[in-house]
């Protein structure tokens, strides 16, 4: 796994379960989990992250990733770069596929598939490091398995059923 990538899974984590209400307080949080970064690394994490500043009940602006638009549709290298860096794993079982990311990064994939108009996908379900994908009538699981390992950049797999 890449350092970028790893900052990335890490920043998530701690804007999820933290309240960071600045990029200077997540560059501390990061060294605290022995993660440099500088200020302007982190600006771009967040940045292709999409993560946005929300205000919370209390007042205070902290960072957020949202639920993105789906009428939004994410470019296609963008859609490459997301699955390249978080998917681990993608099988298939008739019309679903199963999509594994690290640990706290389901959400970010899952968000990227829906907004990308994949050929053959309907929609996802995220929980916390798999993304259950819902092939088309159409598309058998399997196919669509393949689109999303070439994506992703993995190897075809032989589990499909």
């Known amino acids: 796994m890449s350092l970028k990538t790893r900052r990335q899974q890490t920043i998530v984590r701690l804007i999820e379960h933290s309240e960071v209400v600045s990029q200077t307080q997540l560059v501390d949080l990061l060294a605290q989990a022995g993660i440099t970064a500088t200020q302007a690394t982190v600006?771009?994490?967040?940045d292709d992250l999409g993560a946005i500043k929300v205000r919370t009940a209390g007042?205070?602006?902290v960072y957020a990733l949202p639920e993105l638009a789906p009428d939004r549709v994410a470019p296609l290298d963008q859609?490459?770069?997301?699955?390249?860096?978080w998917v681990a794993e993608v099988t298939s079982s008739l019309n679903l596929v199963i999509v594994r990311t690290p640990p706290g990064c389901a959400h970010v994939v899952a968000?990227?598939?829906?907004r990308s108009a994949v050929d053959g996908l309907i929609g996802t379900v995220a929980g916390d490091d798999?993304?259950?994908?819902?092939?088309?009538e159409t598309t058998p699981g399997s196919v669509l398995a393949d689109r999303l390992r070439e994506l992703a950049g993995l190897e075809r797999g032989g589990d499909d059923g």
């Open 43 to 46: 600006s771009r994490d967040l």
């Open 59 to 61: 007042g205070s602006s």
């Open 79 to 85: 859609l490459r770069r997301v699955m390249g860096e």
């Open 111 to 114: 968000s990227a598939l829906d």
């Open 130 to 136: 798999t993304v259950m994908c819902i092939a088309a």
